[in-house]
Structures are given as C-alpha cells and as structure tokens.
C-alpha cells in the first residue's frame, strides 16, 4: 500500500523560512515525478511545484518563483520543497503528489495526507 508521509509544517512569520518533507513508500518510484500542491481555506487545490525523476526538469507556480526550492532524495524516496520569504498569502496545507506523468496539473496517483503551514502577517 502507498503512503506518503508530509512533515514540516507549522506557524511561522511573514518573511520566514520553512522546510517541508515527504516521504515515499509501498512501491518502487523509480521514475516517477514528484510534486506539491496546497490547498487554501475556500479555494480550490493549486499546483506549486513539480520535480522529475532525475530531477533535471522543475517547474513552479509563478506564485512561488524565486521562493520556494523544490528538490527529491531518490535513495531514500523523499521529496523536498524549501520555502523562503513566506508571506500570507501562502497559508494553506500542502500535499505531496507523486506519479508517472510529470505535470504540473492535479491529475497525481498517489496523494499524501497534508500539512498545515500557517504565515502570520
């Protein structure tokens, strides 16, 4: 069975950093894409970021360019998204996706439970 696992969520100030991890196992990735995407109160799922499986290929929501890093551990099945100069408007609770089909749409297999990240202004 597939699970994915978020940690590293939490509150922080405006202008503050984050790390969030996930977790991968019950299966074999190899070659999968990775993914977060995050979900604000009364809106809708919305892409942030996307990495391939050998990590040449990233994309993001043009939100977050600049800010946030995503980036993957294949040996240990993790993936990554560093977040930097948080502001507000980032609070949501993310999830990790993870698929054969690099996108940068919903659409994703597999789906983690989510983690809370909460910026105060």
């Known amino acids: 069975q597939v699970q994915l696992v978020e940690s590293g969520g939490g509150l922080v100030q405006a202008g503050g950093s984050l790390r969030l991890s996930c977790a991968a196992s019950?299966?074999?990735?190899?070659?999968?894409?990775m993914a977060w995407f995050r979900q604000a109160p009364g809106k809708e799922r919305e892409f942030v970021a996307a990495i391939s499986w050998g990590g040449d290929s990233t994309s993001y929501a043009d939100s977050v360019k600049g800010r946030f890093t995503i980036s993957r551990d294949n040996a240990r099945n993790t993936v990554s998204l560093q977040m930097n100069s948080l502001k507000p408007e980032d609070t949501a609770v993310y999830y990790c996706?993870?698929?054969?089909?690099?996108?940068?749409?919903?659409?994703?297999?597999?789906w983690g439970q989510g983690t809370q990240v909460t910026v105060s202004s």
């Open positions: 019950g299966r074999t990735f190899w070659g999968y894409a």
């Open positions: 996706a993870v698929d054969r089909v690099y996108r940068t749409e919903s659409g994703y297999t597999y």
